[in-house]
């Protein structure tokens, strides 16, 4: 399905999409040039434009994404915008997270105010933000882990040729 617009609002298991008979694909995709969803939910959304409040994605491909009370699993986009919502994954070129929750999140620049993300790899962070997992500590534990492998590595091999020596 591809058209313009998509609005979904105010869910009870009923969709209503401006000028279309059905709004998913039979693979449950929602394609169009601008999509906006209240107090609904979608699988998976491919447009330019996404505005998300009080819903949830599972999956949401767009240029410019805005999320606000809201839930997604995986969102790729150029620019995105969080506010008091949580995302699974977020790979973008800019984020502003106000207020947000993220697992994961791989970005250019990052506008963070008074948020959470578990592992942030980012050329450019501003603002205050709560990481388990920045992409400094990213490079130290990654260089340490290839040191431990290799170590371990290298004494399983020792070990197996003094072992076929007996």
């Not at 279309?20 to 209240?38: F, M, Q, R, W």
């Not at 107090?39 to 434009?49: I, L, P, T, Y």
């Not at 205050?128 to 004494?155: C, E, H, M, P, Y």
Request: hydrophobic share 35%.
């Amino acid at each position: 399905m591809n058209s313009d617009s998509f609005h979904q609002h105010g869910t009870n298991g009923h969709t209503t999409p401006d000028h279309l008979h059905s709004p998913y694909d039979p693979d449950g995709t929602v394609n169009a040039d601008k999509v906006e969803i209240s107090q609904g939910s979608v699988q998976h959304v491919h447009a330019s434009e996404v505005r998300i409040n009080q819903s949830g994605a599972q999956r949401i491909e767009a240029d410019d994404v805005v999320i606000t009370q809201s839930g997604a699993g995986l969102i790729t986009a150029s620019t995105v915008r969080v506010k008091e919502s949580g995302a699974g994954l977020i790979l973008a070129e800019r984020t502003e997270l106000k207020e947000t929750s993220v697992g994961f999140m791989l970005c250019d620049q990052a506008q963070v105010h008074n948020s959470r993300v578990a592992v942030l790899i980012a050329g450019e962070v501003q603002g205050d933000v709560q990481t388990l997992i920045d992409a400094k500590s990213a490079l130290v534990l990654g260089a340490a882990a290839g040191v431990l492998f290799s170590l371990f590595g290298w004494l399983l091999g020792r070990n197996h040729t003094s072992d076929s020596n007996s």
